[in-house]
């Protein structure tokens, strides 16, 4: 029986999703906010909401001490690297996975995400260590090969999770219609998996973006993406929050606008198979 | 053309055999149903046909040539599938032409067969639709409009009509047997429902752990079934199997009586017995008879039309003699 939802209940529904929303919502909406107030509003006691003296002076300091710009690129170039990266390789081994299972694939699949759950401190030496022997620190390739491991494994999880929705019987159709495996791919799979694939890029970039262990250990200046920008901001001469604040906004607006443009996407991605 | 020879056929998956070596020819132009029980390996040995599946030994002939190592599509063979398979992605258009466009028709001779095919099937009105916009019967009209543009060697059905609800599998099954007699072309078709077995069949093939029990025509099976299984699977309601002594006395381990060979009367018979589920079907009324003489299991008996017999009711049952079909210790018909 489908279950009774009365309109007050509806209401609470409404409120407390709202609610919570808002909730997550509330320090990036705070930190946008403060990034418009002066040094002093920004500290002040008890804080201000709206009513403060406008001022897009952080944002004038920032750009001129540091260079927005290179951050961004190698923010773009190391996001955007590992994750096409990640799904040149990802694809086949989720295709096979799905397709062609072996008794051991679900052990494997299992395996590749416990190495999620290994802390990243763990092995910052080795990989410290190999990078300087390999000169990769501090450059770009280096974090694109780095992240793209890191992520690795969501992509194949996600991937696999979509080929695996795709019912074997369509396939077999498109074989006896007469379809080479490379007419298969083309005309069937692929089409058929571009959502998955789609939302699989999204969220791996979004991941990539925002990852900061990796990119603060392995850089210095020339690779240091967005979140070395940030990072740059927060202690050296003492906490100046509007500053840091508007840092912090200038190195999320992308991905948050990113996000809200594919929102439907993304969330269509990470419940796919979920329901019907 | 479509003579598919099978010979000494067998499949393996690992350790288990699902398909013992197997034999089996279909005429060309035939309607040949695989009929078993679920697991049976009717699927499996279709899928071999349709080279879905390799063969773990013997050989698979379709007109004469040897076609075991062929891949699917080069076996001039048609599919449907059980869930449709259609592609959700692409029109019915552009379903139903993919195979063509496969096979490089050109495209007049796509648009023209195209056009035939919807025709046939009553789809002109969808043909820009995507399959999600279709019912349950449409998408299945959809699959054997891809399979008919292809001209294939052979169709075959896996399947086809489950997934439909009853009324309009009724409606489906007419349509299917229809457009053989139209195309004339063989049509290997695979069911757990012996009512499409035996309405649609030229031959039926029964299947049981993947050995053929028999082959031969509906009337053949139902009236001279090989073997114990075979009595048990085909017609329905199900013949009634009775061992023991009712059985020894007519020389056998167990005798089979089919419903309607059993008279029903409140005054004299062979056997007395009391009445328990009655199933009124209008046209006919099945009585569910419990006799002492026979067993346990409740004989099942069909009487025409009403007859006015109550839960409880004591009866006596004449079986029919000229129609009782006898089975030694080893199941076979004697």
């Known amino acids: ?276 | 053309m479509g003579r598919i020879t099978l010979d000494k056929v067998r499949k393996a998956f690992g350790d288990i055999e699902v398909i013992p070596p197997l034999d089996l020819t279909i005429e060309d132009g035939e309607f040949v149903v695989f009929v078993g029980p679920s697991g049976c390996g009717k699927s499996t040995l279709l899928r071999l046909i349709a080279g879905l599946e390799d063969v773990s030994g013997g050989q698979i002939r379709i007109d004469r040539e040897d076609a075991t190592e062929l891949p699917p599509a080069k076996r001039g063979l048609a599919m449907v599938f059980q869930s449709y398979a259609l592609y959700p992605h692409m029109s019915v258009r552009k379903n139903i032409a993919f195979p063509m466009k496969m096979a490089g028709v050109p495209h007049d001779e796509q648009e023209r067969r195209i056009a035939s095919a919807a025709k046939a099937l009553n789809l002109t009105d969808y043909l820009d639709r995507k399959p999600g916009q279709l019912s349950g019967g449409q998408r299945q009209r959809v699959a054997i409009g891809r399979a008919i543009v292809r001209e294939p060697a052979a169709f075959l059905f896996d399947e086809p009509l489950s997934n439909l609800d009853a009324a309009l599998r009724v409606g489906m099954r007419l349509e299917i047997s229809e457009l053989h007699k139209r195309l004339a072309t063989t049509m290997i078709y695979v069911t757990h429902d012996q009512v499409e077995a035996m309405t649609m069949a030229d031959k039926i093939v029964v299947l049981q752990a993947g050995r053929i029990e028999q082959v031969g025509t509906p009337l053949e099976l139902y009236n001279t079934p090989r073997n114990k299984f075979v009595a048990g699977f085909i017609g329905s309601p199900k013949m009634n199997l009775i061992e023991g002594d009712a059985a020894t006395q007519h020389g056998a381990t167990t005798i089979g009586i089919r419903p309607e060979h059993i008279g029903i009367s409140a005054e004299s018979g062979l056997w007395e017995g009391v009445v328990g589920v009655s199933e009124h079907l209008g046209s006919d009324t099945f009585f569910h008879v419990k006799v002492e003489a026979v067993g346990a299991e409740p004989l099942t008996v069909r009487a025409s039309g009403e007859v006015s017999l109550k839960y409880g009711d004591r009866v006596f049952l004449s079986p029919d003699m000229k129609n009782l079909h006898k089975f030694g210790a080893d199941g076979l018909r004697i």
């Open chain 1, 1 to 276: 029986m489908a279950r009774a939802v009365t309109r007050n209940r509806k209401i609470i529904n409404t409120a407390v999703a709202w609610g919570i929303g808002l909730l997550i919502f509330f320090p990036i909406f705070w930190t946008i906010l403060t990034s418009f107030k002066t040094e002093a509003t920004a500290i002040a006691d008890p804080p201000v909401l709206f009513n403060f003296h406008w001022t897009l002076e952080n944002y004038s300091v920032v750009m001129e001490r540091s260079n927005y710009g290179r951050f961004l690129t190698n923010s773009i170039i190391i996001a955007g690297g590992s994750t096409i990266l990640g799904i040149i390789i990802a694809v086949p081994a989720a295709w096979s996975m799905a397709f062609v299972p072996s008794p051991r694939t679900k052990d494997i699949l299992l395996w590749m995400l416990s190495t999620k759950m290994l802390p990243a401190v763990g092995v910052l030496y080795p990989i410290y260590l190999m990078f300087i022997r390999m000169g990769l620190l501090d450059t770009r390739l280096g974090l694109v090969i780095v992240l793209m491991l890191i992520n690795l494994p969501i992509i194949v999880w996600m991937l696999y999770t979509y080929f695996k929705e795709i019912p074997g019987e369509i396939l077999e159709a498109a074989r006896m219609d007469g379809a080479s495996l490379k007419e298969e791919l083309i005309y069937i799979l692929t089409p058929m998996a571009i959502p998955g694939i789609a939302s699989t890029l999204l969220l791996n970039v979004i991941l990539a973006w925002n990852e900061a262990f990796w990119t603060l250990n392995l850089t210095a200046a020339k690779a240091a993406p967005l979140t070395a920008f940030i990072a740059s901001y927060s202690s050296p001469e003492g906490l100046f929050y509007a500053k840091l604040s508007a840092a912090s906004t200038m190195a999320i607006a992308p991905i948050l606008i990113l996000g809200w443009f594919s929102q439907k996407q993304l969330v269509s991605g990470l419940t796919f198979g979920a329901v019907k």
